[in-house]
């Protein structure tokens, strides 16, 4: 079943700056943090600080892709999401996946610890349409294997910055990027339209 967007809803306290209407139906954790990087002048240790969980905050460093990886956000708390965000971000991502292993797999029940539950279908590296990514956006649908085309502009996914061809894990990180969106070659991949207020862009 599709997930309903407005069901992973609620009110955000206020804590930061952030609107549920920048949210995009399948958009994906990776956009949700750049998004608040973006709009918060924070960084990935701000997200952790943010949003992790006991376990995680209590680690002297965060490192090894368990922390940083963002299909099954293992690092991350949803009661925090809930509260500041306004949005279950990890049931969503969760129910997204899980519609999509369910479809894959011809509609059988999906089974915690079977080998779908890894999601060894998705792409390690982040899959971009530059259609999308210059407004701020990525979805969940491009980090499928198997689709090549933009579901929404129909345009070639690409996995690497089309300045330096350098390609960008799928996984929360500044190692890649300088600052939200601008890859450290100088390249833009969000474009700012100076006579629109950010909340008209996303």
């Not at 999509?100 to 999601?119: A, C, H, I, Q, W």
């Not at 279908?121 to 990525?138: A, R, T, W, Y």
Request: charged residues 25%; negative net charge; proline residues 4%.
């Amino acid at each position: 079943m599709i997930p309903v967007l407005q069901d992973y809803l609620s009110i955000p306290d206020g804590t930061l700056t952030w609107n549920t209407r920048w949210i995009s139906d399948f958009e994906s954790p990776w956009s949700i943090f750049e998004k608040l990087k973006y709009t918060n002048l924070a960084k990935r240790k701000d997200i952790f600080k943010l949003f992790g969980n006991a376990e995680t905050l209590n680690k002297k460093t965060i490192i090894g892709h368990k922390n940083h990886d963002l299909y099954k956000l293992s690092a991350f708390d949803e009661l925090l999401f809930d509260q500041r965000l306004g949005f279950k971000l990890l049931k969503y991502n969760e129910t997204v996946l899980n519609s999509l292993v369910e479809f894959l797999r011809g509609g059988e029940d999906y089974e915690k610890g079977s080998e779908t539950s890894e999601y060894h279908f998705l792409e390690k590296n982040l899959s971009i349409c530059m259609h999308c990514i210059k407004d701020g956006f990525h979805s969940l649908l491009h980090q499928v294997e198997f689709i090549n085309l933009c579901p929404f502009h129909n345009s070639p996914l690409i996995n690497h910055c089309p300045s330096c061809k350098r390609e960008i894990p799928y996984e929360l990180s500044d190692s890649y990027f300088e600052h939200p969106y601008l890859c450290y070659c100088g390249f833009t991949f969000k474009k700012i339209d100076s006579n629109s207020p950010l909340s008209s862009l996303w």
